[in-house]
């Protein structure tokens, strides 16, 4: 470390301005990364700018604890409670390159001594968001973000409605014979992550509905977590596996820190305990191999070695391997194996020195944006499409590339004839990341895109909602946006009617035979067998599968009208409610809401659309046609509950929202959003907030979960 007499005033106040810049920096990052699942920088950016924040800290004597190079990532929310990590979730170290890699290979073999024996694990390093869970007596207790390391938030009922953490554990070991046994408290570290084609289609309804689309599956998936509403979150198709296994209040050998901006997807902690009654292993693959056996997801692509060099070839294949997969993984984690040696080597503030995390390159390529154009989806939301110099990326060429919408464009500064950088997000969905930096300030750049203020289709005025970052189309006639709807009314989601194609549509249409989804049911054989590449066969086909889709039911009608909002879960749970299309186009804003699955966003999007007088006329066009429009309610259990209006608040024990709500509806009650006169219980569990305050104020019954079951059991048995 240099000292005050080896360098200059001047130079100091320079250092300690770019430190200043360099923490305002980080600091921001973390906040965008952790906070608001919306980073503004790459992995690799953060990294670099840590790394010399580190480097002036440690030169010129200016560390300090709040740095953020003493830090990892970002503290707790507001909106959830803030729970402690009994071991820190730390962070990882990043690496980019095979010296770096041997680097950490020579600190691990000096801090071990030249005589000890080891092993390396390496691991696929998942690009989602590290979460931590708790299991007692083998049952789910409690789910919680990273945060800052040492607090996260509590979001475990939000993590209840993710399919692939069981609620409880299996115990394949409860004989004499078993290797591993449930422990009495185990905590499981591991990555939420969504799969490239699910995120796809969730950015897909986002763009359609006019909502800001995620810039990756990684911060779809943050993003997520931190919902307010676990209904909300049991629809985002979020995936789980674990990574690390610590037993008992204080264990852990491999905290592993959680994907991110300079944490490497890792955490890891320090020394192990085992019970005397339970065998996880003595090394962390096997610790790995007992949670597999407890029914917890546990990644295949995993491999003992016993050099570096072994790793590097594994790293080879892991780099290779990750177009193939389903799911994003931008580098690989590498660990002691032994989980005993681990405390030799220790941790510092934020990161153990017994593991590393190693990062790809993200694949990129720079080529000229020719064109921005406008395409219009089915819903009359308006996306900015970049057309490309077509460039190889990732085994493919890419000719096209969503801008997403108008603010997209102005926060990248994205212009006609600019060279760009494209990726492909999740080596699926390729995306401009930003201007070349030869394009920035060429002196004949071109002037920013000027978004259309008319749909380029049917030249109506385009509007934007106040709560919306999209332009939209509102003319239902517009051709784009009709041949979209009446496609999604015949497709395998909806009315599921076989041979009624997107091509077939569009000729319909070019003839003027179908104007509206109801036009399809007065389609003769004739009209569709002199189309294009339509012989009689298949003419007669298309017309037996649209008399088929008559007993298509409600709920499917429902949701193939494309109404915004209501899509196959929605459309279901107000068919099963409501009863049929008569009801649902009658009911009141109260009677809808009533419906657990729905919000006021939802009620405003269905009442406005049977107010309109063209929809109120093709529902009974479609009722003359010969359409199911009814369907019978959920059956129910017993009539326990009957007449009984249920609100749900705060985080029950083991019930999720949605199971609790299923399970008042199986026996004859109903579910509201909100408290009011009508409202007969409040089913209350932790964290209860403003619903429940409401209800003692007003007398209303108040119920726990213990109670709500006890009742439910008594009933069952009675019958």
């Excluded at 790459?42 to 790394?51: N, T």
């Excluded at 007992?290 to 060099?309: M, W, Y």
């Excluded at 199986?666 to 007969?680: A, D, F, I, N, Q």
Aim: net charge negative; with cysteine; glycine share 8%.
């Amino acid at each position: 470390m240099s000292t005050p007499s080896d360098r200059s005033a001047a130079e100091q106040r320079v250092t300690e301005q770019r430190v200043t810049e360099l923490r305002d920096l980080l600091h921001r990052a973390n906040e965008a990364y952790y906070q608001e699942a919306a980073p503004f920088i790459s992995d690799k950016e953060f990294d670099q700018a840590l790394a010399e924040l580190h480097h002036l800290e440690q030169t010129y004597g200016l560390d300090t604890t709040n740095s953020p190079t003493q830090r990892v990532g970002g503290g707790p929310s507001d909106a959830f409670e803030s729970v402690r990590h009994p071991i820190p979730m730390l962070s990882l170290d990043n690496t980019y390159n095979a010296d770096e890699l041997r680097e950490f290979d020579e600190r691990v073999r000096k801090g071990l001594g030249p005589n000890t024996p080891f092993t390396y694990s390496v691991e696929l390093k998942f690009d989602g968001a590290s979460i931590r869970l708790r299991y007692e007596q083998g049952k789910f207790v409690l789910g919680a973000t990273r945060g800052n390391g040492v607090e996260g938030d509590d979001i475990t009922a939000n993590l209840k409605t993710v399919a692939d953490i069981p609620l409880e554990l299996t115990a394949p070991g409860e004989d004499l014979f078993s290797s591993a046994r449930v422990p009495d408290v185990l905590e499981i570290r591991g990555e939420a992550y969504m799969e490239r084609e699910a995120f796809a289609r969730l950015n897909a309804s986002r763009e359609e509905q006019g909502l800001a689309v995620f810039a990756n599956p990684r911060n779809s998936t943050a993003g997520s977590l931190k919902m307010q509403d676990p209904r909300e979150v049991a629809r985002r198709p979020i995936r789980f596996t674990a990574f690390d296994v610590l037993e008992g209040e204080g264990a852990g050998a491999g905290q592993r820190a959680g994907a991110g901006q300079g944490t490497g997807s890792a955490t890891e902690s320090s020394a192990a305990t085992t019970s005397s009654n339970t065998t996880l292993g003595d090394t962390h693959l096997a610790r790995l191999n007992a949670a597999r056996s407890f029914g917890l997801p546990v990644n295949d692509h995993s491999k003992q070695c016993h050099t570096i060099e072994e790793v590097l070839e594994v790293i080879q294949h892991f780099d290779i391997l990750r177009h193939e997969l389903p799911y994003d993984t931008d580098g690989a984690v590498i660990k002691v194996n032994e989980v005993a040696l681990r405390p030799e080597l220790g941790t510092t503030a934020k990161s153990p020195r017994w593991a590393i995390a190693y990062k790809f390159e993200a694949e990129q390529a720079e080529t000229t944006l020719l064109d921005i154009t406008i395409q219009v989806g089915r819903l009359g939301t308006l996306t900015p499409v970049a057309e490309l110099e077509p460039v190889q990326l990732a085994g493919t060429t890419v000719k096209r590339a969503s801008l997403h919408n108008e603010d997209e464009l102005r926060r990248k500064d994205i212009r006609v004839g600019d060279r760009v950088i494209i990726e492909k997000a999740g080596e699926i969905i390729p995306q401009v990341v930003s201007v070349a930096p030869s394009s920035l300030h060429a002196p004949d750049r071109q002037p920013p895109f000027d978004f259309p203020q008319a749909c380029p289709a049917c030249q109506q005025q385009v509007v934007k909602l106040d709560d919306e970052v999209a332009w939209r189309c509102v003319n239902p006639s517009c051709p784009p946006q009709l041949l979209e709807r009446l496609s999604y009314f015949a497709s395998r989601d909806a009315m599921d009617i076989d041979g009624l194609g997107e091509a077939l549509i569009g000729q319909l249409i070019e003839q003027g035979n179908v104007e509206s989804v109801a036009d399809f049911y007065s389609l003769t054989h004739d009209q569709i067998a002199g189309l294009e590449r339509m012989a009689e066969k298949s003419a007669q086909n298309t017309i037996e599968a649209i008399q088929a889709s008559k007993a298509q039911p409600l709920e499917k009608v429902l949701q193939g009208l494309g109404i915004r909002f209501v899509g196959k879960t929605v459309a279901r749970d107000i068919a099963q409610h409501m009863g049929s299309m008569q009801a649902i186009m009658t009911a009141s804003q109260d009677e809808l809401l009533a419906i657990p699955s729905i919000g006021p966003r939802i009620v405003e999007s269905l009442q406005a659309f049977f107010a309109r007088e063209a929809n109120q006329k093709l529902i009974q066009r479609l009722q003359e046609a010969g359409l199911t429009l009814t369907q019978e309610a959920r059956e129910t259990t017993s009539t326990l509950f009957e007449g009984m209006t249920f609100v749900l608040t705060g985080t029950l024990p083991t019930l999720t929202r949605t199971q609790a709500a299923e399970r008042i509806e199986e026996h004859g009650g109903t579910v509201s959003s909100s408290v009011s006169k009508k409202t007969s219980v409040v089913l209350a569990g932790e964290s209860a907030g403003s619903k429940l305050e409401k209800a003692q104020a007003w007398g209303i019954q108040i119920m726990d979960e213990a109670e709500f079951l006890r009742m439910i059991e008594e009933e069952t048995q009675g019958n």
